[in-house]
T-cell receptor
Framework: AQTVTQSQPEMSVQEAETVTLSCTYD???????LFWYKQPPSRQMILVIR????KQQNATENRFSVNFQKAAKSFSLKISDSQLGDAAMYFC?????????WGAGTKLIIKP | DVKVTQSSRYLVKRTGEKVFLECVQD?????MFWYRQDPGLGLRLIYF???????EKGDIPEGYSVSREKKERFSLILESASTNQTSMYLC?????????????FGDGTRLSIL
């Protein structure tokens, strides 16, 4: 069965600096999708970025980028130029057909 | 933009009550999901539905049931509420027409069982 592990329950970063959130997963499949979702204190879960496993190029969305290492089964999220609005819970998820397999989440704190 | 609406943001019920949580999406999505979110545990899937009148058990279905009579609406039912069902409940939907589309979420319902 697939599993997703986020080893950092909480991270903090100074505003305007860069932070990397870790995610590892376990699967025997060769083709799959990975997602990072953000859940601000307002609670609605929002998609941050998506990576297709067969694409070697790392996905980027403005200040958000991933470091996808398929062989190592690692999918970290880098946030550049951190802003106060980035404070949230961040969840890594693996797409297994109809279901998403979720990590436990990392709480990101932005220090002004 | 996709809109997923959950009927209540906060709900307080008593042990033994039958509780209904409603979720409506406006994008004609085939797939709908109910999750439970607890600190340190991430999101755990309770039930999901491929399409109208279809349902599948997720990882923690015990004590819950669901109903999907119309495509836009997916209801979660707590048959006899217990205190260990106090939690945040999230509904999500996604299109099945394009492979591996992201899920879109509602605002969540914070349910307290007294």
């Amino acid at each position: 069965a697939q599993t997703v592990t986020q080893s950092q329950p909480e991270m903090s970063v100074q505003e305007a600096e860069t932070v990397t959130l870790s995610c590892t997963y376990d699967t025997s499949e060769s083709d799959y999708y990975l997602f990072w979702y953000k859940q601000p204190p307002s609670r609605q879960m929002i998609l941050v970025i998506r990576q297709e496993a067969y694409k070697q190029q790392n996905a980027t969305e403005n200040r958000f980028s991933v470091n996808f290492q398929k062989a190592a089964k690692s999918f970290s999220l880098k946030i550049s130029d951190s802003q106060l609005g980035d404070a949230a819970m961040y969840f890594c998820a693996y797409d297994s057909n109809y279901q998403l397999i979720w990590g436990a989440g990392t709480k990101l704190i932005i220090k002004p | 933009d996709v809109k997923v609406t959950q009927s209540s943001r906060y709900l307080v019920k008593r042990t033994g009550e039958k509780v209904f949580l409603e979720c409506v999406q406006d994008m004609d999505h085939e797939n709908m999901f109910w999750y439970r979110q607890d600190p340190g545990l991430g999101l755990r899937l309770i039930y999901f539905s491929y399409d109208v009148k279809m349902k599948e058990k997720g990882d923690i279905p015990e004590g819950y049931s669901v109903s999907r009579e119309k495509k836009e609406r997916f209801s979660l039912i707590l048959e006899s509420a217990s205190t260990n069902q106090t939690s945040m409940y999230l509904c999500a939907s996604r299109s099945h027409r394009v492979f591996n589309q992201p899920q879109h979420f509602g605002d969540g319902t914070r349910l307290s069982i007294l």
